[in-house]
């Protein structure tokens, strides 16, 4: 399908917004409707796999700001000798 106001392709939101308008127009126990369902539902499973699976910003605060903390701690433990359990203060990974 292509939007009609131009030559690209309509982007996969568009095309799941112009099915669900048609089958507003449609009867729900007509056979069109249940076409346009799993039209309707290729589209969202296609809409799904394109996502990529990024890491959160969050989580690479967090890991940068552990890796600092215990570089800062190798390092202090290198020149100065410290008989506490410093590691113990680095977050534990929750996954």
Known sequence: MTNRSSDKPASLQ?????????MLLEGADSEKFREMNDQL??????????RSSRVSPDALVAVAGNL?????????ERLHVVTSKALSF???SKA
């Open 68 to 76: 600092l903390g215990i570089g800062l701690i190798l390092q202090h």
């Open 90 to 92: 680095v977050m534990k």
């Open 41 to 50: 539902e290729r589209l969202y499973a296609m809409k799904k796999s394109n």
């Open 14 to 22: 568009e095309l799941i917004e112009l099915v669900q308008t048609q």
